[in-house]
């Protein structure tokens, strides 16, 4: 048999589809060919193939060697076709019994000793298998995935996916090989994952107790934060302890968020329900935020699915790169799209900001001395837009600590009991709604949100006096909800509208 169709898997944003491997040996001078819309690294894979199969023991077919990655128009990136590649080879010039391949899928890159190496996106390729084994029509619900050894563990994070992960091409042609015997392949069983994260620890932070119920407030409705006070306040403390508020991950965001830092090619296991948190440097580019290439690839936003995006010095940040975070912010997804295709990536994060109230950070402080003036304070505060800030829920002074507080030990509450609080508020709601707070509908909001009267009151005269637009009025509805199911209030009153006006005091307000 001249011709081998094996099975493999390209990334197309979050999703795998599937790709069929086809190589046809002809008559002719020798030549290997790969068409299919391949990226210059698929290109380079006749080399890497050609040592590897000669390292290993194998022949090379003195043939014109033609290599097909269908469907045509999908484009084609990174070393995963190596190893279907080289194996199809085998099979077409009956070096390696090929009758078998069919209830396989194979990714692998392989190095020019034939030592098979981890590819990006294993996790998303074992869970677009999973989700196609009900609608098959073609018998590959049945089939199983080879892929080296260590994307084992994050392949199969995927429920009941058959895994048999390899060391070494000459490991895979065994599994195939007629009296193999013991040589074949194992399923991989996973190894046990830590199911209890460790974050650092909100009983480190001296003070600040404001800011701490105001995060507190944050994490029980899913609401996004700007903390505005003078360098050294805690700001980057109180922030990098905020994920240990969160309640834990669920299993299908557990998988979301493991299956995005799998197509970035930055899972670890022992990343494992553990929520994300990312803090670019404020250099960073609008692509690098949302993502994108010629590939697309996913960026901070999508990286942070589930977690916690911080972005210290806000101010600092190029003012483009900010305000494509309002998108994302609203929807909770990211498309990048360009010439020839698109692709969607989740962005369901919740946002932690940081900055200085002025140029010198000096505004307010009740010690050092401030000299910036009104002009200067006025341009460093407008580098964050108003339509940006208005998407953000909590806008909270930190102010300077003293002395004697810094001086003293730290007997703040533990992040457990501020935890248990969170997730009961949280639980509530998903009972309520379904749903956290944050991500509540205009209708919804009038139906789950409606205040007391004199809450009513309190928040329209809080709306003519600050001028608040219909987002920001919605906004303060849905963090004064999330305030009375903390309180385990069945409505919103007149205190609930109180602390949510206090958490919105407008930025130039400083």
């Given at each position: 048999m001249s011709l081998a169709v094996l099975r493999s898997r390209a990334l197309a944003g979050m999703d795998a589809p599937a790709v069929n491997v086809e190589i046809h040996l002809a008559n002719g001078l020798p030549a290997f060919t790969i068409v299919g819309l391949p990226d210059a690294e698929v290109r380079e894979?006749?080399?890497?193939?050609?040592?590897?199969?000669?390292?290993?023991?194998?022949?090379?077919?003195?043939?014109?060697?033609?290599?097909?990655?269908?469907?045509?128009?999908?484009?084609?990136?990174?070393?995963?076709?190596?190893?279907?590649?080289?194996?199809?080879?085998?099979?077409?010039?009956?070096?390696?019994?090929?009758?078998?391949?069919?209830?396989?899928?194979?990714?692998?890159?392989?190095?020019?000793?034939?030592?098979?190496?981890?590819?990006?996106?294993?996790?998303?390729?074992?869970?677009?298998?999973?989700?196609?084994?009900?609608?098959?029509?073609?018998?590959?619900?049945?089939?199983?995935?080879?892929?080296?050894?260590?994307?084992?563990?994050?392949?199969?994070?995927?429920?009941?996916?058959?895994?048999?992960?390899?060391?070494?091409?000459?490991?895979?042609?065994?599994?195939?090989?007629?009296?193999?015997?013991?040589?074949?392949?194992?399923?991989?069983?996973?190894?046990?994952?830590?199911?209890?994260?460790?974050?650092?620890?909100?009983?480190?932070?001296?003070?600040?107790?404001?800011?701490?119920?105001?995060?507190?407030?944050a994490a029980a409705g899913t609401h996004s934060v700007l903390l505005v006070g003078p360098p050294g306040a805690g700001k980057s403390m109180l922030a990098s302890r905020f994920p240990g508020l969160l309640p834990?991950?669920?299993?299908?965001?557990?998988?979301?968020?493991?299956?995005?830092?799998?197509?970035?090619?930055?899972?670890?296991?022992?990343?494992?329900?553990?929520?994300?948190?990312?803090?670019?440097?404020?250099?960073s580019s609008g692509v690098a935020l949302v993502g994108g290439g010629n590939v697309p690839r996913p960026g901070e936003v999508s990286l942070a699915h589930h977690g916690v995006l911080f972005l210290d010095e806000l101010p600092e940040f190029d003012r483009r790169v900010l305000e494509v975070l309002r998108e994302p912010l609203e929807s909770g997804q990211i498309t990048i799209s360009r010439a020839a295709h698109q692709a969607d990536f989740p962005a369901r994060f919740q946002l932690i900001a940081a900055m200085n109230p002025c140029p010198c950070g000096w505004l307010g402080h009740p010690s050092a001395k401030c000299r910036c003036t009104p002009e200067q304070v006025a341009r460093y505060q407008g580098r964050v837009s108003g339509p940006l800030l208005d998407r953000i829920d909590i806008q909270l002074a930190v102010s300077a600590m003293p002395a004697d507080s810094i001086a003293g030990r730290a007997d703040g509450e533990a992040s457990a009991d501020i935890a248990r609080r969170v997730e009961r508020a949280h639980a509530l709601q998903v009972e309520r709604q379904g749903k956290p707070n944050q991500h509540l509908a205009p209708a919804e909001i009038d139906r789950l949100c409606r205040p007391d009267a004199a809450g009513e009151r309190l928040l329209q005269a809080a709306m003519r006096q600050l001028h608040w637009s219909a987002r920001a009025y919605h906004r303060v509805l849905k963090v004064a909800r999330t305030v009375a199911d903390l309180a385990g209030a069945a409505r919103v009153a007149g205190e609930h509208i109180a602390e949510a006006i206090q958490y919105r005091r407008a930025l130039r307000e400083q």
């Open positions: 894979a006749k080399d890497r193939v050609r040592a590897a199969l000669q390292n290993s023991g194998f022949t090379i077919p003195p043939r014109r060697i033609t290599v097909n990655l269908a469907p045509a128009d999908l484009p084609k990136e990174s070393g995963r076709f190596d190893l279907p590649i080289a194996l199809g080879i085998l099979a077409a010039s009956q070096q390696v019994p090929g009758e078998q391949m069919t209830r396989y899928e194979f990714a692998g890159e392989l190095s020019l000793s034939g030592e098979l190496r981890p590819v990006r996106g294993a996790l998303a390729m074992s869970f677009a298998m999973h989700r196609q084994r009900d609608a098959s029509q073609d018998g590959s619900a049945a089939r199983a995935f080879i892929l080296p050894q260590a994307n084992a563990d994050e392949a199969a994070l995927v429920t009941d996916a058959a895994i048999y992960p390899a060391r070494t091409l000459l490991e895979v042609c065994a599994h195939f090989a007629q009296g193999s015997g013991n040589a074949r392949l194992a399923r991989h069983q996973g190894q046990p994952l830590a199911t209890a994260p460790n974050y650092p620890d909100f009983a480190e932070v001296k003070g600040q107790q404001g800011a701490k119920r105001a995060l507190e407030v834990p991950m669920r299993d299908d965001e557990a998988l979301e968020s493991a299956a995005v830092q799998s197509i970035a090619g930055s899972f670890s296991p022992q990343r494992w329900r553990r929520r994300p948190f990312r803090s670019p440097h404020h250099t």
